[in-house]
């Protein structure tokens, strides 16, 4: 099986023997645009009387199946997320989608404008320079991984609420759930890389969260880049790592931004993985205007 499509169908035709359940309906493929435009290949697993369908993205396996992992021990491996996953969404109350739940769950996502503009023309957003801020409603927090939808204009007109009172919501709620993290970046990844010499020329921080998740959300936090920049001392370059993080690097007046600018490109398009990419821009933060620009 050189090809997706064969594993796919192999996948298909043999994953219900690892399943051992006799409520298995039917069992379909599709297409789902996640962030950034792209488009991963979903397997969802009907049963009987049942109107849950956890979604194996099939991608993942693919690569491990090109790596050399046994075709069995892939099969088993799904059928023990699909088993997991229905477990977690029969756990979530069947009021997921009230108002009152959708208050204490919804957060707030920085991802790029551009690449994901079809999607945005169904979703409240708020424009922040090329990107916007999205609000998503957490539905599993597995510490490494969450499980989430995003909130669209359907979930607006059913809650009857205004884009400004989900901002309030979602503003609080991602200090809580996600909470900061501000630190030296050396000192992030002392233990895990050699960097005994790496950012003593160079002195860059981290701001993300406690979980490495959406953690470049925090850059749109007013009174979060006001206590950043006091703590530096200094202007600051806000460098998009990805959807996770960003990089800050304060303004000594010896850094050209426009190289910069070309190592940002550079490792979006040969590091940052499509899925996890926020922007080419190099932003700029004032101190003394406490405004951030392009």
Known sequence: MNKFNEFVDYIVDNITDYLMRDDIEK?????????????FTGMLIFL????????????PFYNDYKSGKD?????QAMA?????????????SEDILSEEQIKRKCFLKLVNYKKNEEELEHAPYIPFHDLAITFWCLVDDEGNSISSFMINQKHMDLWDISVEELYCYAKKNTTELFPMLFTRLDKMLRGIVNVDNMTKEIEMYILTNRQ???GSIYMTYKKVMEDVSEQIGANMFIIPSSINEVLILP????????????????????????????????????????????
Not at 27 to 39: D, S
Not at 71 to 75: A, H, M, P, S, V
Not at 275 to 285: A, D, G, K, Q
């Open 27 to 39: 069992i379909e493929v599709q297409k789902t645009r996640k962030n950034n435009n792209c488009i």
């Open 48 to 59: 009987k009387d049942n109107n849950l369908q956890p979604n194996i993205y099939l991608e």
């Open 71 to 75: 075709l069995d021990d892939i099969l």
């Open 80 to 92: 023990s997320d699909f088993n997991q996953a229905l477990n977690n969404m029969i756990t979530v």
């Open 212 to 214: 490495n998740i959406n």
């Open 251 to 294: 303004d000594k007046g010896n850094i050209d931004k426009k190289y910069i600018e070309g190592l940002v490109k550079d490792v979006n398009e040969n590091v940052v993985s499509p899925l996890e990419f926020l922007s080419n821009t190099v932003y700029y933060y004032d101190c003394k205007t406490k405004t951030i620009e392009i």
